[in-house]
Nanobody, 123 residues
Framework: EVQLQASGGGLVQAGGSLKLSCAASGFTFDDYAIGWFRQVPGKEREGLACISKSGSATYADSVKGRFTISSDNAKNTLYLQMNNLKPEDTAYYYC?????????????????WGQGTLVTVSS
């Protein structure tokens, strides 16, 4: 069973940085595309970043150049380094996995995700 748990959210001022972590279990990173999406209550989910089964990273235009996705496959842990945060980045952030590829996952949504972590960026 795919299980994911995001952590590391919090309150940060605009222009600041935050690093999210995701503990994953029940699958290996080699077999899944893994990534992050965020959601503001009442709004649609937004795919942010994804690492493919082959290890290449893909980013949404809204976070490209500010966010960096990485993974430690030995620890089954996924990370999202977020720099130059903006108030519009405020949302619940979720780590997720998909048996297909990153383009499918980022565009149509990931198959599996865990409990999110709240990131609040103050102006």
């Amino acid at each position: 069973e795919v299980q994911l748990q995001a952590s590391g959210g919090g309150l940060v001022q605009a222009g600041g940085s935050l690093k999210l972590s995701c503990a994953a279990s029940g699958f290996t990173f080699d077999d899944y595309a893994i990534g992050w999406f965020r959601q503001v209550p009442g709004k649609e989910r937004e795919g942010l970043a994804c690492i493919s089964k082959s290890g290449s990273a893909t980013y949404a235009d809204s976070v490209k150049g500010r966010f960096t996705i990485s993974s430690d496959n030995a620890k089954n842990t996924l990370y999202l380094q977020m720099n130059n945060l903006k108030p519009e980045d405020t949302a619940y952030y979720y780590c997720a996995a998909d048996s297909e590829d990153c383009l499918v996952a980022l565009g149509l949504g990931f198959e599996s995700w865990g409990q999110g972590t709240l990131v609040t960026v103050s102006s």
